[in-house]
């Protein structure tokens, strides 16, 4: 049993034992800070009874126009909580903060297409593969784009003509 409840400073120094698997990658201090001082409300933890971590999300709120969006940067859930729900939780929650509070159109997040298992899971929640950012982990492996529209997206316009491949430097210049 855990219950969600939002990430909070201390909690960082906490967390380590959820990152260790070869999926999460494992950020500086100054990245957990910037994303708890400008997106608060798009950072939670599931912890246990006993007070530890069972997992987490990291999200944020991006973009202009029909591009608002939330953003799944970080989610991790320690391995013995794993198939248990947290993940989902964690995932909705991000997904009600992105919908109710900041009216965005979808919800994105970054995967290796490595991760079939992440990437079924994603999918189980309705995310779809919008297109293949090529070499964007360290120019070394592609990532899938994977979005779910939200509410406000009423003509499915996030997800419309899904299956393009576009670089990292055209990525980061859509979004700036």
Known sequence: MTSLRP????DLLHFNAVNLDT???TFNM???????TCWPECCAVAEAIDGSIAGYIIGKVEGSGHEWHGHVSAISVAPEFRRTGVA???MEYLEEVSEKVHDCYFVDLFVRPTNTAAIKFYEGLGYVVYRTVTGYYSGDEDAYDMRKPLPRDVNRKSVANAGFRISPEALHASTS
């Open 23 to 25: 999926w999460t990658e």
């Open 30 to 36: 100054n990245f957990y800070f910037s994303y708890l």
């Open 88 to 90: 989902n939780r964690l």
């Open 7 to 10: 990430m909070m400073v201390e």
